[in-house]
Antibody
Framework: QLQLQESGPGLVKPSETLSLTCTVS??????????WGWIRQPPGKGLEWIGS???????YYNPSLKSRVTISVDTSKNQFSLKLSSVTAADTAVYYC???????????WGQGTLVTVSS | QTVVTQEPSFSVSPGGTVTLTCALS?????????PSWYQQTPGQAPRTLIY???TRSSGVPDRFSGSILGSKGALTITGAQADDESDYYC??????????FGGGTKLTVL
């Protein structure tokens, strides 16, 4: 059974870089079928797609965040990661990792992790 | 910038039918956008209900259905139950690997 688990600091200072890792179990991140993505949800607000990566390293980013986002994959550890630079309070959110097929919208979600940006 | 719009809130009576919609700021929603729908209760991760317009995710009751209605993606709940009271989000595939979520609809069952 597929499981995705987010991990990383729950508190990040303004202007610093937010770093999260998603560990995948019950499935291979090297599958040619799936993409691996990050979605966030500010407290009390809606979902925002951040970006996705294919196991080969091809990346796709939300244009509004593209200048600050890097998503990478480590096939040896069955993990993928998110880095978001120059964070502000507006980046405070629950961050979800997810597996999805390229076009269908069939997302399998992690449980999410809250990241707060504050000094 | 592409904006996907959903009704902010909706109310349905127990046993009733409700249709939530998902619209594009410019143009019509079509099957090529693969509209997909997620249910979220407070403190929980979203749950995938419908993907690729009208395919139910595993374990989702058949009273949830997806379609294209006119120029919008649509989620219809038939025979609403109390535990359907949740937030519902749609997402559209915009091509080139890009996805856009709608703002969500808060559904009340009363």
């Amino acid at each position: 059974q597929l499981q995705l688990q987010e991990s990383g600091p729950g508190l990040v200072k303004p202007s610093e870089t937010l770093s999260l890792t998603c560990t995948v179990s019950g499935g291979s991140i090297s599958s040619y079928i799936y993409y691996w993505g990050w979605i966030r949800q500010p407290p009390g607000k809606g979902l925002e797609w951040i970006g996705s990566i294919y196991y080969s390293g091809s990346t796709y980013y939300n244009p509004s965040l593209k200048s600050r986002v890097t998503i990478s994959v480590d096939t040896s550890k069955n993990q993928f990661s998110l880095k978001l630079s120059s964070v502000t309070a507006a980046d405070t959110a629950v961050y979800y990792c997810a597996r999805h097929t390229p076009y269908s919208g069939s997302f399998s979600w992690g449980q999410g992790t809250l990241v707060t940006v504050s000094s | 910038q592409t904006v996907v719009t959903q009704e902010p809130s909706f109310s349905v009576s127990p046993g009733g039918t409700v249709t939530l919609t998902c619209a594009l700021s410019s143009g019509s929603v079509s099957t090529s956008h693969n509209p997909s729908w997620y249910q979220q209760t407070p403190g929980q991760a979203p749950r995938t209900l419908i993907y690729s317009t009208n395919t139910r995710s595993s374990g989702v009751p058949d009273r949830f259905s997806g379609s294209i209605l006119g120029s919008k993606g649509a989620l219809t709940i038939t025979g609403a139950q109390a535990d359907d009271e949740s937030d519902y989000y749609c997402v559209l595939y915009m091509g080139s690997g890009l996805w856009v979520f709608g703002g969500g609809t808060k559904l009340t069952v009363l």
